[in-house]
């Protein structure tokens, strides 16, 4: 028997089961959520892992992580809900079902950034330090975390007929395609892309401590900046539900912007050579 392999790639496709894992009585369990909870936890412990290599108290990450949640996720509605303002005024009961989706990275990483700046001063510790320490948890739990988009249905970019096309139930897509079945799955291409940031973050930094690359204290943040800044400006423009700023789509302005600050800031870093010391590596004792 001969097996026809472009045809079985040609039928392939994502479909979503749904948002909801269970159901027990007034108890819902949201793969959101889920995602979301799974994402921190993870974060939490690769980066106190991260701190002990840098020989940095791993306890200072348990304490930030608080700080962090109630900075970034409450930014992260804000953000979203003030760009589609719109629709929320005439439904403001929707404003806090944040398990329905509807958060914005952008949001949350202003709203995280403010908050660790404040912890950082409070703990007399580097915010470039914890921002490093940070950086890779971050951009691991950004893929993650675009998977509640599948699960929703939502952020999909332009209709397709590519072999890894995405299935759109007829509520969930926007009226201009409302007899397209198929799109691009972009939450999967970001969740790839951001997977091939936090391997290049995690290999920067077990060079820097390994001592087989000098790094100055802050690089991995911009890095990770830059490097996730590049893929979001491109992704976007698949995007079908992009917040928009008119015609512009706000999340590629925030985008461009962040990698002309993060560049700024690596040559703030390296050709003006400000004073934030070199990563310290074991090795170099």
């Known amino acids: 028997m001969e097996l026809d392999f472009s045809a079985l790639l040609l039928g392939f496709q994502f479909t979503s089961p749904g948002p909801t894992i269970v159901q027990i009585g007034p108890i819902t369990i949201r793969w959101y959520g889920l995602l979301i909870a799974s994402a921190v936890l993870i974060g939490v412990s690769l980066s106190q892992y991260l701190a002990k290599r840098r020989q940095v ?8 992580s608080i700080w962090l949640v109630i900075g970034a996720i409450p930014a992260a509605r804000i953000y ?19 398990w329905q989706g509807g958060i914005a990275i952008h949001g949350a990483i202003i709203g995280g950034a403010i908050a660790a700046v404040i912890f950082a001063k ?26 509640g988009n599948f699960f929703n249905s939502e952020a999909f970019g332009s209709p397709t007929n590519l072999p890894w096309k995405l299935y759109i139930p007829p ?3 926007p009226s201009s395609f409302v007899n397209f079945e198929y799109f691009h799955p972009t939450f999967l291409y970001e ?38 800044s590049l893929g979001r400006v491109w992704i976007e423009g698949l995007r079908t539900d992009s917040l928009m700023l008119g015609d512009l789509r706000i999340a590629q302005l925030v985008s461009l912007f ?27 004792k």
């Open 191 to 228: 969740s790839v892309w951001n997977l091939m940031v936090f391997a290049l973050l995690l290999t920067l930094f077990f060079m820097a401590v390994s001592g087989k690359l000098r790094l100055k204290v802050g690089t991995l943040f911009l890095v990770y900046w830059v490097a996730y």
């Open 80 to 98: 979203y809900v003030l760009f589609e303002w719109s629709e929320y005024a005439q439904h403001p009961e929707r404003i806090v079902a944040i």
């Open 122 to 147: 409070l703990k007399n510790i580097s915010f470039w330090q914890l921002a490093d320490l940070v950086a890779p948890s971050l951009i691991l739990g950004q893929a993650i975390g675009r998977w």
């Open 171 to 173: 509520e969930r897509r």
């Open 258 to 284: 962040g990698i002309m600050l993060g560049l700024a800031g690596l040559a703030w870093l390296y050709v003006v050579k400000r004073p934030l010391p070199d990563v310290v590596s074991p090795y170099q």
């Open 57 to 64: 108290n791993p306890e200072l990450i348990s304490d930030l």
